[in-house]
Protein backbone atom coordinates (compact mmCIF):
# COMPACT_ATOMS: atom_id res chain seq x y z
CA UNK A 1 0.00 0.00 0.00
CA UNK A 2 2.87 2.33 1.13
CA UNK A 3 4.90 1.74 -2.37
CA UNK A 4 1.58 2.06 -4.46
CA UNK A 5 0.88 5.51 -2.59
CA UNK A 6 5.02 7.05 -3.16
CA UNK A 7 3.82 6.87 -7.56
CA UNK A 8 2.25 9.90 -8.49
CA UNK A 9 1.63 9.30 -12.26
CA UNK A 10 4.80 7.96 -14.10
CA UNK A 11 6.71 9.61 -10.93
CA UNK A 12 7.84 7.69 -8.08
CA UNK A 13 8.00 9.58 -4.57
CA UNK A 14 10.91 9.34 -2.32
CA UNK A 15 10.31 11.72 0.57
CA UNK A 16 13.15 12.95 0.32
CA UNK A 17 14.09 17.11 0.54
CA UNK A 18 16.16 19.40 -1.99
CA UNK A 19 16.88 23.01 -1.83
CA UNK A 20 17.69 24.89 -5.71
CA UNK A 21 19.68 27.99 -4.76
CA UNK A 22 19.81 30.79 -6.30
CA UNK A 23 23.14 29.08 -8.91
CA UNK A 24 20.65 26.38 -9.82
CA UNK A 25 22.66 23.83 -7.92
CA UNK A 26 20.06 21.57 -5.57
CA UNK A 27 21.57 20.67 -2.22
CA UNK A 28 19.92 17.63 -0.27
CA UNK A 29 17.81 17.99 3.37
CA UNK A 30 17.31 14.88 4.18
CA UNK A 31 14.22 13.41 4.51
CA UNK A 32 10.46 14.80 4.47
CA UNK A 33 9.99 12.59 7.58
CA UNK A 34 13.08 13.69 9.24
CA UNK A 35 12.21 16.97 9.32
CA UNK A 36 11.90 19.33 12.56
CA UNK A 37 9.54 22.21 12.82
CA UNK A 38 11.87 24.49 15.26
CA UNK A 39 10.43 28.01 16.41
CA UNK A 40 8.09 28.24 13.39
CA UNK A 41 10.77 27.03 11.32
CA UNK A 42 11.70 23.81 9.34
CA UNK A 43 14.77 21.83 9.88
CA UNK A 44 16.77 19.57 8.18
CA UNK A 45 18.90 16.99 10.41
CA UNK A 46 21.41 16.36 7.72
CA UNK A 47 21.95 20.39 7.89
CA UNK A 48 22.78 20.29 11.51
CA UNK A 49 25.19 17.08 11.36
CA UNK A 50 27.30 18.26 8.17
CA UNK A 51 27.82 21.42 10.27
CA UNK A 52 28.72 19.10 13.30
CA UNK A 53 30.60 16.80 10.69
CA UNK A 54 32.91 20.06 10.38
CA UNK A 55 34.30 19.78 13.52
CA UNK A 56 37.84 18.43 14.25
CA UNK A 57 36.68 16.54 17.09
CA UNK A 58 33.56 14.91 15.49
CA UNK A 59 33.61 11.40 13.43
CA UNK A 60 29.75 10.67 13.37
CA UNK A 61 26.43 11.93 14.45
CA UNK A 62 22.76 11.91 14.28
CA UNK A 63 20.00 14.43 14.96
CA UNK A 64 16.79 14.32 15.91
CA UNK A 65 13.93 16.28 17.73
CA UNK A 66 13.07 16.12 21.16
CA UNK A 67 10.31 17.39 23.22
CA UNK A 68 11.38 20.57 25.20
CA UNK A 69 10.14 21.46 29.03
CA UNK A 70 7.69 23.61 27.31
CA UNK A 71 7.17 20.67 24.84
CA UNK A 72 8.12 22.20 21.91
CA UNK A 73 10.38 20.21 19.58
CA UNK A 74 14.29 21.18 19.77
CA UNK A 75 16.71 20.06 17.41
CA UNK A 76 19.26 17.11 19.75
CA UNK A 77 22.83 15.47 18.40
CA UNK A 78 24.15 12.10 19.51
CA UNK A 79 27.85 12.27 18.68
CA UNK A 80 30.49 9.72 17.92
CA UNK A 81 33.67 11.58 18.65
CA UNK A 82 37.30 10.74 16.67
CA UNK A 83 39.77 8.57 18.56
CA UNK A 84 41.81 10.41 21.42
CA UNK A 85 39.00 13.28 21.90
CA UNK A 86 37.11 13.02 25.50
CA UNK A 87 33.27 13.64 25.87
CA UNK A 88 32.83 16.91 28.38
CA UNK A 89 30.30 19.45 28.79
CA UNK A 90 32.91 21.93 27.61
CA UNK A 91 32.97 20.08 24.54
CA UNK A 92 28.90 19.76 23.54
CA UNK A 93 29.00 23.97 24.36
CA UNK A 94 31.77 24.41 21.72
CA UNK A 95 29.73 22.12 19.45
CA UNK A 96 26.68 24.23 20.01
CA UNK A 97 28.79 27.45 19.64
CA UNK A 98 30.48 26.01 16.36
CA UNK A 99 27.47 25.18 14.60
CA UNK A 100 25.69 28.35 15.50
CA UNK A 101 28.33 30.16 13.42
CA UNK A 102 27.91 27.81 10.18
CA UNK A 103 23.98 27.63 10.26
CA UNK A 104 21.23 29.73 11.29
CA UNK A 105 21.60 29.90 15.13
CA UNK A 106 17.81 28.59 15.50
CA UNK A 107 18.86 25.25 14.30
CA UNK A 108 21.53 24.65 16.23
CA UNK A 109 21.12 21.01 18.64
CA UNK A 110 19.87 22.02 22.20
CA UNK A 111 21.24 19.22 23.46
CA UNK A 112 24.87 16.97 22.83
CA UNK A 113 24.63 12.86 24.14
CA UNK A 114 28.02 11.58 23.69
CA UNK A 115 27.43 8.16 22.35
CA UNK A 116 29.60 4.79 21.38
CA UNK A 117 28.63 4.01 18.24
CA UNK A 118 25.36 5.69 16.17
CA UNK A 119 23.11 3.00 15.02
CA UNK A 120 22.90 1.94 11.57
CA UNK A 121 21.42 -0.17 8.68
CA UNK A 122 23.34 -2.73 6.87
CA UNK A 123 24.18 0.02 4.30
CA UNK A 124 25.02 2.02 7.04
CA UNK A 125 22.55 4.73 7.18
CA UNK A 126 21.79 5.94 10.31
CA UNK A 127 18.50 4.70 12.24
CA UNK A 128 17.23 8.34 13.43
CA UNK A 129 14.31 6.53 14.55
CA UNK A 130 16.33 4.38 16.99
CA UNK A 131 17.69 7.68 18.14
CA UNK A 132 14.19 8.91 19.01
CA UNK A 133 13.41 6.04 20.84
CA UNK A 134 16.21 6.36 23.63
CA UNK A 135 13.94 9.89 24.72
Not at 19 to 44: C, I, P
Not at 47 to 69: F, I, Q, R, S, T
Not at 73 to 82: C, D, G, M, S, W
Request: a neutral charge; glycine letters at 8%; aromatic letters at 12%.
Amino acid sequence: EKSKAAFKGDWYVTGDKYHLDADGYYTYEGRSDDMLKVSGQWVSPAEVEAALMEHPAVLECGVVGVKDKDELIKPKAFVLLKNGKRPSEELAEELKTFVKGRITPYKYPRWIEFVPELPKTVTGKIQRYKLRERE
